[in-house]
């Protein structure tokens, strides 16, 4: 069972629109991760934080913001979701000298 | 030329052949993982390795921190093994993995 939940599993939206993709874990991990991912291609890190209200930008440039005011909780928003937005979004937490933990990830698809 | 490099990036192969998938990374790290994504899309985390040998059922992971190198082996292959394995490695004291491409492994009955 998934100590880690990702919603919506798929989401399709039109462009222009806001989304919210609701990360939760109940692992206490302090530290969780966003990573993109396009089909057939490598995860991309594009936002993390190593604990409450501590959020930094990864590698990958994106016009995403996140937000971590709970321990458990990492959404991810995008102010006005695009068609190249368009891929699949993981969430992941860790916690130090042991392994990651990802979600099942959402697929987005902007129309 | 990627941190991370994943041989081969396909691989078919029959049910019950062993399986070798190899890494190789260009940075000091202090960690390497081995995962596992199934098609519809989640990731499963298989083994985390700084040094040695880990064994887990069917699946063998090593490390040779020297060579920069790891290999993932699958004894006794079978079908519901299909997958992308992916080889992700932390940089240092960061918490940040650095991901390889993935190899994309289809065993057929």
């Known amino acids: 069972e998934a100590d880690i939940y990702q919603t919506p599993r798929y989401l399709v939206i039109g462009t222009g629109k806001k989304i919210t993709l609701e990360c939760s874990q109940t692992m206490g991990h302090d530290k969780m991760y966003w990573y993109q991912q396009d089909p057939g291609m490598e995860l991309h890190l594009i936002h993390y934080s190593y604990g409450v209200n501590s959020t930094e930008k990864g590698d990958l440039s994106s016009e995403s913001t996140v937000s971590r005011i709970r321990t458990e909780h990492f959404p991810l928003t995008l102010e006005s979701a695009r068609p190249s937005h368009t891929s699949q979004y993981l969430c992941?937490?860790?916690?130090?000298?042991?392994?990651?933990?990802f979600g099942s990830g959402t697929r987005l698809t902007v129309v | 030329k990627n941190e991370v490099e994943q041989s081969p990036q396909n691989l078919t192969a029959q049910e019950g052949e062993f399986i070798t998938i190899n890494c190789s990374y260009s940075v000091g790290i202090s960690a390497l993982h081995w995962l596992q994504q199934h098609p519809g899309g989640g990731i499963v985390s298989l083994f985390m390795?700084?040094?040695g040998k880990k064994k887990h059922g069917r699946l063998i992971a090593t490390i040779n921190i020297q060579e920069k190198h790891s290999s993932l082996h699958i004894t006794a292959s079978h079908p519901r093994d299909s997958a992308v394995y992916i080889c992700?490695?932390?940089?240092?004291?960061?918490?940040?993995?650095?991901f390889g491409q993935g190899t994309r492994l289809t065993i057929n009955p």
């Open positions: 992700a490695v932390r940089r240092g004291g960061a918490q940040k993995l650095v």
């Open positions: 992941a937490s860790s916690v130090d000298n042991y392994g990651y933990t």
């Open positions: 390795l700084s040094s």
